[in-house]
């Protein structure tokens, strides 16, 4: 269980690169190959160490925690784009209309 959130973890710092950079391509494809690993979490058993355990109470939370700021992220992208689309509509139809006179 320790390696699959390890394993995680590592795509979400790999992810928040990819927003860094504005590549939100490969954010999006790590951010499924993410989700892959992390569905194989239920099939797992929890170790019986207790710095094990606390380990992975603490890569879980911060797994977590950068997912929902990705998310957030990627919802502050999407509303910029179509911001930016909305404008880009605007400005052909106004340029068609003058156009046209």
């Known amino acids: ?55 992975i109470n603490q890569l879980s939370l911060t797994v977590k925690e950068m997912a929902k700021s990705q998310r957030e992220n990627s919802e502050k992208r999407k509303e910029i784009l179509l911001r930016e689309i909305k404008n880009n509509n605007k400005s052909k139809k106004m340029k068609a209309a003058y156009q046209s006179s």
């Open 1 to 55: 269980m320790l390696e699959i959130l390890e394993k995680a973890m590592s795509l979400s710092e790999e992810i928040d690169g990819c927003i860094k950079q504005d590549d939100w391509s490969k954010a999006e494809k790590l951010q499924l190959e993410r989700d892959k690993v992390l569905a194989l979490l239920p099939q797992t058993e929890l170790p019986s160490d207790k710095n094990d355990l606390a380990k």
